[in-house]
């Protein structure tokens, strides 16, 4: 077999791991009430050629003010959570600080390098990249 003329190393990895690079994030309503919960879909997770990323991808979520009450903690920080791509959609659920902070919300959602099975790395141990 001839590699010469083929994609290096870290290109084949790169094609094969599709690490999440864009996202839609689209909450169920833009205005949100002091205390309120609401849901915010993450959707259209692409990779830099904008391939759907893989299922086995995890991204981390945080929130600037309010506060993500699911996902897994992690390592990041004690407001960061962590979810698995798995098919593409991952729901947040998200709940608005009880004193107005700000009359906007941040919503910053971080890819990882970690691609491994949670059994040889857990969620928790999900490391936050860009």
Excluded: W
Excluded at 49 to 75: L, M, P, T, W, Y
């Amino acid at each position: 077999m001839n590699f010469k003329n083929g994609p290096g190393t870290d290109e084949i990895i790169r094609r094969f791991e599709k690490r999440p690079a864009d996202c839609s994030i689209e909450p169920e309503k833009e205005e949100v009430d002091l205390g309120e919960s609401i849901e915010i879909k993450i959707t259209d997770i692409t990779d830099v050629s904008g391939q759907k990323s893989r299922e086995f991808n995890r991204i981390i979520v945080h929130a600037e003010h309010g506060k993500i009450k699911n996902g897994k903690a992690c390592d990041a920080g004690p407001e960061y959570k962590a979810f698995k791509v798995d098919k593409g959609t991952i729901t947040i659920q998200y709940e608005a600080p009880d004193i107005c902070k700000s009359g906007n919300e941040t919503i910053t959602v971080y890819n990882s390098c970690e691609i491994l099975p949670e059994n040889k790395v857990p969620l928790s141990d999900t490391q936050q990249k860009r």
